[in-house]
C-alpha cells in the first residue's frame, strides 16, 4: 500500500455534529478523492453521541484512506493528540480540530507543501489566516524569529503538524499534558533543536459558524497566559529566547486576552485569578498597568453595546445602511453579507 504524504489527524470527543461538517468538507476535495496522497484518521475519545456511527460510514465508503479508532476510555484531549498522530501512515501528519471545514482546494495545497519539503522536513505550520500577511510563506531560522511571527498562535492546534521522522524519534510528546499545551511544546522543542520552519498565513480551515459563537470553556488565564509563557521562560533563562521577544511576546499576548475578554469570547476571570496566573508574569511591567483603563473601558463599552435598548436600533441602523448600499451597488457582495450579518443578529437580541 501506498504511504500517503499527508495524515489528516482528528481528535474527537462527542461533537458528532460539528464533525459531520467538518468530515464533508475533506472527504468531497478533489486531491482526496482523486489520489492516495491523503487519509484521515480519527481517534475518538469515547464518544457518547453519534461519532461511532457517522466515522464507521465513511470509513466503509473510503476504506483506504479513512482510519477509525475509539478509545475504550477518555484518555484527554493533550493524549489523545498523540494517539492520533501514532496511528497515522503519512509522511506528514496535521491536526485538525473537530469544529473546522476546509477550504476548496486547501488539502490539494497542503500535500503540495509536503511534497516539496519532504527531504528537509522543517517544521511546517499553518496559520491559518491569523494575521493580515501579504506574503503567503515566510522562513523563520531560530526561535526568536518563530515566536515573533507566530506568536501565541501556536497553541492553537490546527496550526500545528509533524513529520512521521520526527515524531517516531520523539519519545516523550505529551510531556506537557498537564499543561494543555502539547502541540506549543513540540514546536518550540522542535525549532530549538535548529529546525528552520516555514510558515504559511493563507487560510485552509475556517472554524464552522455555529461552533465560532460558543464561549471558550477553559481556563484562558491559567492555559492561555500562565502556562504559555511557563514554556517559554526555561528558553529564555538558557538565552535560546532574547528577553526583547519575550516581553513583545508578553505585550501581545495581553493585548489578545484583553481583546477577546472585553468581546465575551472567554468567560469573566474569577476571584483570585489574575492574581495567579496573571501576576506572576506581569507585576512588573509598567504595560500591564498601562492597558487595565483600557481593559475597563472597553468591558463597559461591550457590556453597554449589548443593552437591548442601544444594540437593537443600533443593529437595525446597520443593517438598513448596508441594504442600501447592496442593493445600490450589487456587484460588491460585502455589503450583501455585512446586511446578512446584521439581519441574523437582529434576529437573535
Same mark, same amino acid.
Given at each position: 500500500?501506498?504511504?500517503?504524504?499527508?495524515?489528516?489527524?482528528?481528535?474527537?470527543?462527542?461533537?458528532?455534529?460539528?464533525?459531520?461538517?467538518?468530515?464533508?468538507?475533506?472527504?468531497?476535495?478533489?486531491?482526496?478523492?482523486?489520489?492516495?496522497?491523503?487519509?484521515?484518521?480519527?481517534?475518538?475519545? /469515547?464518544?457518547?453521541?453519534?461519532?461511532?456511527?457517522?466515522?464507521?460510514?465513511?470509513?466503509?465508503?473510503?476504506?483506504?484512506?479513512? @482510519?477509525? @479508532?475509539?478509545?475504550?476510555?477518555?484518555?484527554?484531549?493533550?493524549?489523545?493528540?498523540?494517539?492520533?498522530?501514532?496511528?497515522?501512515?503519512?509522511?506528514?501528519?496535521?491536526? *485538525?480540530?473537530?469544529?473546522?471545514?476546509?477550504?476548496?482546494?486547501?488539502?490539494?495545497?497542503?500535500?503540495?507543501?509536503?511534497?516539496?519539503?519532504?527531504?528537509?522536513?522543517?517544521?511546517?505550520?499553518?496559520?491559518?489566516?491569523?494575521?493580515?500577511?501579504?506574503?503567503?510563506?515566510?522562513?523563520?531560522?531560530?526561535?526568536?524569529?518563530?515566536?515573533?511571527?507566530?506568536?501565541?498562535?501556536?497553541?492553537?492546534?490546527?496550526?500545528?503538524?509533524?513529520?512521521?521522522?520526527?515524531?517516531? /524519534?520523539? &519519545?516523550?510528546?505529551?510531556?506537557?499534558?498537564?499543561?494543555?499545551?502539547?502541540?506549543?511544546?513540540?514546536?518550540?522543542?522542535?525549532?530549538?533543536?535548529?529546525?528552520?520552519?516555514?510558515?504559511? /498565513?493563507k487560510e485552509?480551515?475556517?472554524?464552522?459558524? &455555529?461552533?465560532?459563537?460558543?464561549?471558550?470553556?477553559?481556563?484562558?488565564?491559567?492555559v492561555s497566559?500562565?502556562?504559555?509563557?511557563?514554556?517559554?521562560?526555561?528558553?529564555?533563562?538558557?538565552?535560546?529566547?532574547?528577553?526583547?521577544?519575550?516581553?513583545?511576546?508578553?505585550?501581545?499576548?495581553?493585548?489578545?486576552?484583553?481583546?477577546?475578554?472585553?468581546?465575551?469570547?472567554?468567560?469573566?476571570?474569577?476571584?483570585?485569578?489574575? /492574581?495567579?496566573?496573571?501576576?506572576?508574569?506581569?507585576?512588573?511591567?509598567?504595560?500591564f498597568y498601562?492597558?487595565?483603563?483600557?481593559?475597563?473601558?472597553?468591558?463597559?463599552?461591550?457590556?453597554?453595546?449589548?443593552?437591548?435598548?442601544?444594540?437593537?436600533?443600533?443593529?437595525?441602523?446597520?443593517?438598513?445602511?448596508?441594504?442600501?448600499?447592496?442593493?445600490?451597488?450589487?456587484?460588491?457582495?460585502?455589503?450583501?453579507?455585512?446586511?446578512?450579518? *446584521?439581519?441574523?443578529?437582529?434576529?437573535?437580541?
Amino acid at each position: 500500500m501506498t504511504k500517503p504524504l499527508l495524515s489528516i489527524c482528528i481528535p474527537t470527543y462527542n461533537r458528532a455534529n460539528f464533525l459531520e461538517i467538518a468530515l464533508a468538507s475533506l472527504v468531497s476535495q478533489k486531491a482526496f478523492l482523486d489520489t492516495e496522497e491523503i487519509e484521515i484518521v480519527i481517534s475518538d475519545n /469515547a464518544s457518547t453521541d453519534g461519532t461511532r456511527r457517522l466515522c464507521e460510514t465513511h470509513a466503509g465508503k473510503f476504506p483506504s484512506k479513512f @482510519h477509525y @479508532h475509539r478509545n475504550a476510555e477518555n484518555i484527554g484531549g493533550d493524549l489523545n493528540f498523540e494517539k492520533v498522530i501514532s496511528l497515522a501512515r503519512g509522511h506528514y501528519a496535521e491536526l *485538525y480540530n473537530d469544529y473546522l471545514y476546509a477550504v476548496d482546494g486547501s488539502l490539494g495545497e497542503m500535500t503540495h507543501f509536503v511534497q516539496e519539503n519532504l527531504q528537509e522536513k522543517p517544521v511546517l505550520f499553518f496559520l491559518q489566516g491569523r494575521l493580515n500577511k501579504k506574503e503567503n510563506k515566510h522562513l523563520c531560522a531560530n526561535l526568536d524569529e518563530f515566536v515573533d511571527y507566530v506568536s501565541f498562535r501556536t497553541t492553537w492546534i490546527g496550526g500545528f503538524g509533524i513529520w512521521r521522522q520526527d515524531f517516531d /524519534a520523539m &519519545t516523550d510528546f505529551s510531556r506537557y499534558s498537564k499543561g494543555l499545551l502539547v502541540q506549543t511544546d513540540v514546536l518550540l522543542r522542535l525549532v530549538c533543536a535548529g529546525k528552520p520552519a516555514w510558515i504559511y /498565513a493563507k487560510e485552509y480551515f475556517k472554524n464552522i459558524p &455555529t461552533y465560532t459563537k460558543t464561549k471558550v470553556s477553559w481556563n484562558n488565564m491559567r492555559v492561555s497566559c500562565y502556562n504559555y509563557l511557563s514554556l517559554l521562560l526555561p528558553y529564555v533563562r538558557s538565552g535560546q529566547l532574547s528577553r526583547s521577544t519575550y516581553r513583545s511576546e508578553k505585550k501581545k499576548l495581553l493585548r489578545i486576552l484583553i481583546r477577546v475578554w472585553a468581546q465575551k469570547r472567554i468567560d469573566i476571570p474569577e476571584k483570585g485569578e489574575i /492574581a495567579k496566573y496573571v501576576l506572576p508574569f506581569y507585576r512588573r511591567d509598567w504595560f500591564f498597568y498601562a492597558l487595565l483603563p483600557y481593559a475597563a473601558f472597553a468591558f463597559f463599552k461591550n457590556r453597554l453595546m449589548d443593552a437591548s435598548f442601544i444594540a437593537v436600533p443600533l443593529t437595525k441602523l446597520k443593517m438598513n445602511v448596508y441594504g442600501y448600499l447592496s442593493a445600490k451597488f450589487p456587484h460588491k457582495t460585502s455589503y450583501a453579507k455585512k446586511y446578512q450579518k *446584521y439581519q441574523n443578529r437582529l434576529q437573535n437580541l
